[in-house]
């Protein structure tokens, strides 16, 4: 390899840029003699270079183009399937929301992590005799119980500005049961 160094020529204040004259006619054999570099030579190497950089480009060019062709055909391949698919099922497509009116629902609250006030979305079928909502700090311990006595859809402003940062669990307990428990995330 080739080192281009910072140089200062025959005691002069004058720096240069460059390779030495040995190093150059040693990895190159070009020029008079190891003490002189011509001006015309590093241009020649260069171009030399070039070339070389030219030709890996091109390789580099040529197999990219194979994998994009690659790639082009693996997707058109799996696009004509679903094609196919849909052309021959005749029918219109039809959105399908799933609901089970007798299935309690917890959702995670909405933000989380949240800074002073935070919501509880949840779900209770007509068919539940009681409902809670059991908050707890990380070192379990119970600070808050709410009765939930809306069946239907229903959410929870939950306020906690007095809190301190850090991890906090709500337990939705259905008919005496645990149905289920999720973290929120109180930070500033």
């Keep these: 390899m080739l080192e281009v160094s910072k140089w200062k020529y025959k005691e002069t204040e004058e720096y240069h840029i460059g390779p030495f ?4 006619y040693e990895l190159f054999n070009t020029g008079v003699d190891k003490k002189y570099i011509s001006t015309i030579d590093p241009a ?9 950089l030219i030709k890996r480009d ?6 990219i183009k194979e994998q994009n062709s690659q790639i082009e055909n ?3 391949k799996n696009q004509s399937n679903v094609n196919s698919t849909q052309q021959n099922n005749d029918s219109a497509s039809i959105d399908v929301d799933l609901k089970d009116g007798q299935s309690v629902v917890l959702d995670q609250n909405v933000p989380n992590p949240f800074a002073e006030q935070t919501t509880i979305n949840y779900f209770l079928p007509d068919n539940v005799s009681r409902a809670q909502m059991l908050f707890y700090n990380a070192q379990g ?10 069946k239907g859809k229903g959410s929870l402003n939950v306020f906690a500005q007095d ?7 709500y337990t939705l307990v259905v ?3 645990i149905f289920e428990t999720k973290k929120m995330v109180k930070q500033q």
């Design 21 to 24: 004259a040995e190093q150059f």
């Design 44 to 52: 020649g190497v260069a171009l030399a270079g070039i070339k070389q």
């Design 58 to 63: 091109e390789v580099r060019d040529s197999i």
């Design 74 to 76: 693996c997707c058109f």
């Design 141 to 150: 311990k119970l600070i808050q119980s709410v009765d939930l006595n809306q």
């Design 163 to 169: 809190l301190s940062n850090g991890v906090y669990t």
């Design 175 to 177: 008919d005496g049961k």
